[in-house]
C-alpha cells in the first residue's frame, strides 16, 4: 500500500491566501499595510535564494517587504543598529534576521536583540520560554507549518506518539514544544539516540529534522505513520552526467512512502509550509501590534 502524499505546495497556496484576505482587510478596513523586513548579511547562495522567495511572497499577499543586504563584513554593531532602527519603525510589523549569520556576528545576541513582539520568526528568548510554557508566543515558521499539515491530516493529535529526530532551537525543540501543547506524547531523539531504528518504529508521527540525506528507511517507520520530512538535502542525481544534483529529505522516501499512511515529499512538503507560516506570523505580530 502506498502512503497519502501531503501537498505542502498546495497547502501552502491555501495558507497564502487567507493571508492576503487578511491583508485587505486591514487595508481596507483599517487602512494598515503589514510590513515584513527581511535582513540578510553576506552573499550565501542558499540563503538569497530564500531571502528572494521570501520578499516575492511577502509582495503578492500585499504586504510591504523591506529588504536589507549587507555586506558579510558587517560589524556586528552595524546590525545591531538596523535591528534597533527596524524595532522602532511602525511600518516594520515583523524582522527576520536569516541565518546563518557569518562567524564573527553573535547570533544568539542579534536574535536577543529583535522586539519579541516582531520576532516572527519565534526565536528570541522570551518567545522560546512562553511557547514552552504553553503561553502566547511567536511561533518559529517550520514547525507552524509541520503542525498545520498535521492537524489538518488528522483531526486531534491527542494522544499519539510522536518523535521528533533532531534536536536543533530553530525545528526540533519547538516541534516538540508544539506536539507536546496538542497533547502528543513526545520523544525528542537525535545522533546519540540508542537504537534510533527502534525508537522510530514506535512513532505514530515521525518528524524528520536532522539534516542528514535518507537516513531514515522505510523499515524504520511504523505501518500507517504519519511522516514529517524536514529536511532539504542536495545530493548527485544517481544517472551520470552534467553535474545534476536531486534534492532529497532526511527520510528515504521511495521505501518510507510504501509504509507509512502518509507522507510529506521533499521538495513540496514542508518547505513552501514555511514561508507561508512567516507570512501568517507577520499578519499576528501586525493584529496584536494594533489590538
Ligand atoms: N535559515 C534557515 N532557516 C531559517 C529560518 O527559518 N529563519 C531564519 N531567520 N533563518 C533561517
Given at each position: 500500500m502506498s502512503a497519502k502524499i501531503i501537498d505542502g505546495k498546495a497547502f501552502a497556496a491555501t495558507v497564502r491566501e487567507k493571508v492576503a484576505?487578511?491583508?485587505?482587510?486591514?487595508?481596507?478596513?483599517?487602512?494598515?499595510?503589514?510590513?515584513?523586513?527581511?535582513?540578510?548579511?553576506?552573499?550565501?547562495?542558499?540563503?538569497?535564494v530564500y531571502v528572494r522567495n521570501k520578499g516575492k511572497q511577502t509582495l503578492e499577499v500585499g504586504m510591504n517587504s523591506y529588504e536589507h543586504k549587507l555586506p558579510e563584513d558587517t560589524p556586528e554593531a552595524d546590525l545591531l543598529a538596523l535591528v534597533a532602527r527596524l524595532n522602532a519603525d511602525p511600518a516594520v510589523h515583523g524582522i527576520l534576521v536569516q541565518?546563518?549569520?557569518?562567524?564573527?556576528?553573535?547570533?544568539?545576541?542579534?536574535?536577543?536583540?529583535?522586539?519579541p513582539s516582531k520576532d516572527v520568526d519565534g526565536f528570541h528568548i522570551l518567545n522560546v520560554g512562553l511557547l514552552a510554557t504553553g503561553q502566547k508566543a511567536m511561533v518559529p515558521c517550520t514547525p507552524l507549518g509541520c503542525l498545520m499539515m498535521l492537524r489538518d491530516h488528522h483531526g486531534s493529535l491527542s494522544g499519539l506518539n510522536a518523535v521528533v529526530v533532531g534536536r536543533s532551537n530553530i525545528v526540533?525543540?519547538?516541534?516538540?514544544?508544539?506536539?507536546?501543547?496538542?497533547?502528543?506524547?513526545?520523544?525528542?531523539?537525535?545522533?546519540?539516540?540508542?537504537?534510533?531504528?527502534?525508537?522510530?518504529?514506535?512513532?505514530?508521527?515521525?518528524?524528520?529534522?536532522?539534516?542528514?540525506?535518507?537516513?531514515?528507511?522505510?523499515?524504520?517507520?511504523?505501518?500507517?505513520?504519519?511522516?514529517?520530512?524536514?529536511?532539504?538535502?542536495?545530493?548527485?542525481?544517481?544517472?551520470?552526467?552534467?553535474?545534476?544534483?536531486?534534492?532529497?529529505?532526511?527520510?528515504?522516501?521511495?521505501s518510507a512512502v510504501q509504509v507509512a499512511g502518509a507522507i510529506t515529499p521533499v521538495p513540496g512538503g514542508v518547505g513552501p509550509m514555511t514561508i507561508a507560516c512567516l507570512l501568517a506570523n507577520t499578519i499576528t505580530a501586525c493584529c496584536r501590534a494594533h489590538d
Amino acid at each position: 500500500m502506498s502512503a497519502k502524499i501531503i501537498d505542502g505546495k498546495a497547502f501552502a497556496a491555501t495558507v497564502r491566501e487567507k493571508v492576503a484576505g487578511h491583508v485587505s482587510r486591514l487595508r481596507e478596513v483599517h487602512g494598515i499595510v503589514p510590513g515584513l523586513a527581511v535582513v540578510l548579511v553576506g552573499d550565501d547562495p542558499a540563503s538569497e535564494v530564500y531571502v528572494r522567495n521570501k520578499g516575492k511572497q511577502t509582495l503578492e499577499v500585499g504586504m510591504n517587504s523591506y529588504e536589507h543586504k549587507l555586506p558579510e563584513d558587517t560589524p556586528e554593531a552595524d546590525l545591531l543598529a538596523l535591528v534597533a532602527r527596524l524595532n522602532a519603525d511602525p511600518a516594520v510589523h515583523g524582522i527576520l534576521v536569516q541565518l546563518p549569520l557569518p562567524d564573527h556576528i553573535d547570533e544568539e545576541k542579534v536574535i536577543n536583540s529583535v522586539t519579541p513582539s516582531k520576532d516572527v520568526d519565534g526565536f528570541h528568548i522570551l518567545n522560546v520560554g512562553l511557547l514552552a510554557t504553553g503561553q502566547k508566543a511567536m511561533v518559529p515558521c517550520t514547525p507552524l507549518g509541520c503542525l498545520m499539515m498535521l492537524r489538518d491530516h488528522h483531526g486531534s493529535l491527542s494522544g499519539l506518539n510522536a518523535v521528533v529526530v533532531g534536536r536543533s532551537n530553530i525545528v526540533g525543540k519547538p516541534m516538540a514544544q508544539l506536539l507536546l501543547r496538542d497533547s502528543c506524547t513526545v520523544t525528542i531523539a537525535h545522533s546519540r539516540t540508542k537504537d534510533l531504528a527502534e525508537v522510530c518504529r514506535g512513532a505514530d508521527i515521525l518528524v524528520a529534522a536532522v539534516g542528514r540525506a535518507q537516513m531514515i528507511p522505510g523499515d524504520w517507520v511504523k505501518p500507517g505513520a504519519t511522516v514529517i520530512d524536514v529536511g532539504i538535502n542536495r545530493i548527485p542525481a544517481p544517472e551520470k552526467g552534467e553535474g545534476k544534483s536531486r534534492l532529497v529529505g532526511d527520510v528515504d522516501f521511495d521505501s518510507a512512502v510504501q509504509v507509512a499512511g502518509a507522507i510529506t515529499p521533499v521538495p513540496g512538503g514542508v518547505g513552501p509550509m514555511t514561508i507561508a507560516c512567516l507570512l501568517a506570523n507577520t499578519i499576528t505580530a501586525c493584529c496584536r501590534a494594533h489590538d
